[in-house]
């Protein structure tokens, strides 16, 4: 038989782990001398250990062990079977957000190479976009500057029918952010209620989607080219495609602040992986 103190030294842990395996029944000595209160345990209890340490390393807790390996409560291991399953799904998660993590650092470092830019303006990340009641207003701007106008008008509408609006508030382009001349754009602004439509305000239903990619700039829009380099190089690098239009959602902007610095525009782009079915 082994001491405990021989058994934690061919495994490399304390004489206090094994109690505490002791404590949560998980591990039992074969005999303890009750003289010297020392304790025992067989060879035949040293494969139970090692399904502990290979429990353990599959991400199970002491907890779960415990009650998985009572041999009544799981004599086929179907519950077993069921929770490394789970386990499993976990580690397929965290493996594709390291891999994620890893493209995006080695995007980073190519970008600090070819010339400094701005770190907090490349988190780029995924989220879901819900469902929503707008206002909409769709016109064709030649610069993004026009567009001051077509809020003023959206939003005086609103203000004047007193309809209950949320914050929400963004812009969806019908054409490549890289044109130079007329763009498709539609303003949108989410309501609570509806409300009188005219020729050129409607009221509807926003699409959701169920992935999207976002990275917020910040700072005036004039210097936004930077960051949708980054984000729709993060699509392509992290092998997703593009299943909508884009849309830039207005968190702070010259309704709030004169400071074109503290501007903060959320660049959102629809995508799912490539090969995936849109939902």
Same mark, same amino acid.
């Given at each position: 038989?082994?001491? =405990? ?17 002791? $404590? ?8 303890? @001398? ?12 040293? *494969?139970?250990?090692?399904? =502990?340490? !290979? ?12 009650? +998985? ?37 080695? +995007? ?41 106008? +077509?809020?003023? &008008? !959206?939003?005086?509408? !609103? ?22 001349? $007329?763009?498709?754009?539609? =303003? ?27 990275? !917020? ?8 080219? @930077?960051?949708? &380099?980054?984000? +729709?190089?993060?699509? &392509? ?8 239009? =884009?849309?830039? &959602? ?9 400071? *074109? ?8 782009? *629809? ?9």
């Amino acid at each position: 038989m082994f001491r =405990i103190g021989q058994l934690a030294s061919i495994y490399k842990i304390s004489g206090k782990t094994l109690r505490y395996y002791d $404590e949560l029944g998980l591990l039992r000595p074969r005999h303890v @001398d009750e003289t010297t209160g020392y304790r025992y345990y067989t060879p035949d209890q040293i *494969p139970v250990l090692n399904e =502990i340490f !290979l429990l353990k390393e599959m991400g199970l807790s002491l907890r779960e062990i415990t009650y +998985l390996m009572k041999e009544e409560v799981d004599k086929d291991h179907t519950l077993l079977k069921g929770v490394l399953e789970l386990k499993q799904l976990e580690l397929d998660q965290q493996i594709r957000e390291l891999s994620e993590k890893k493209q995006a650092i080695g +995007l980073l470092k190519k970008k600090l190479e070819n010339g400094g830019i701005e770190l907090s303006s490349f988190q780029v990340g995924i989220k879901s976009i819900p469902k929503m009641k707008v206002a909409s207003l769709k016109a064709s701007i030649s610069t993004y500057s026009t567009q001051a106008g +077509l809020w003023a &008008e !959206l939003l005086d509408y !609103l203000n004047k029918c007193k309809v209950r609006t949320g914050n929400e508030r963004y812009t969806i382009y019908y054409d490549s952010i890289y044109k130079d001349d $007329e763009i498709q754009v539609e =303003i949108l602004k989410r309501v609570m209620a509806s409300f009188p439509e005219t020729e050129r305000i409607k009221c509807k239903t926003q699409e959701a989607y169920e992935e999207a990619a976002c990275l !917020l700039h910040t700072g005036e829009h004039e210097s936004v080219m @930077d960051s949708y &380099e980054a984000i +729709l190089t993060w699509i &392509e690098e992290n092998d997703y495609e593009i299943i909508g239009n =884009i849309r830039e &959602e207005f968190h702070m902007d010259d309704y709030m602040t004169d400071d *074109p610095k503290e501007f903060v525009t959320e660049i959102q782009i *629809p995508v799912r992986k490539r090969g995936g079915t849109q939902k």
